[in-house]
């Protein structure tokens, strides 16, 4: 996604920051970025990798980690309680890890071999995870209100929302669905934006096609659509990946 995102802002915001993955890549881009979330593991997790114990973190987060479904359990009844920050951010890394979107239930790591390979990438690439989230100020506000909150020229937001619901085919694989009226809700925040730049991902759908009229449109590629069959070992379906863009992109139609 991140070419499609203006070359120049002043900051750049994620108001769904789930694993930040477009947001850590663009440290040079922008002089300001915002991570904004609310559920409670990521921030646990995000809050601690942009902390000055960072480094502390990490090292013990890949220590403690165990792959197993009694070690998933122990973090899940322990996170809600756990006073410590370190501690609490270790075992919802745990959850997140070992769970499919962190819904707690035990991803199948079948073979030891596989659990150390993602151990010893982990640690290979510890540094420069903290490095790429160095300066990341992390929220915790209703995605909605960071928007408006931030509808400031010279920012740049990268909205990647939950899907319509009926894109969702498991929803056990997600911990945060939208009803319509939500939906609606949400477009109604980004179709009032004025001076920031907006960009959205998701699946093709009539609601923000009709919904963002006088917006640019773009099938950026075919994709993995990981429902449930896939998780378990099926064919995983093809979908096209779209977005949706305020202002001008490569490639783009206007709606």
Known sequence: MAYLLPDKGETYIEPFGGSFGVGKRLATRYRTRIYNDLEPCALAVMRQLTSSQAEEFYRRAM???????AYLQKCLDCFENESDPLQRGIYAWAILTLSYSGNGKYRNFSTSPKATERYWKAMRNRKEVICLLHNVQVTEQDAMECIRSHDVEGTVIYADPPYVLEQQQDNKLYYKRWNMQVQQR?????????HAAVLISGYDNELYNSRLKGWWRCDV???SKAIATARHGGKKPRAHEIVWANYPIAGGEKL
């Open 63 to 69: 220590q403690e980690i165990e792959y197993h479904p």
């Open 186 to 194: 949400f477009l109604d925040t980004v179709c009032a934006v004025r």
């Open 221 to 223: 590629g075919e994709v």
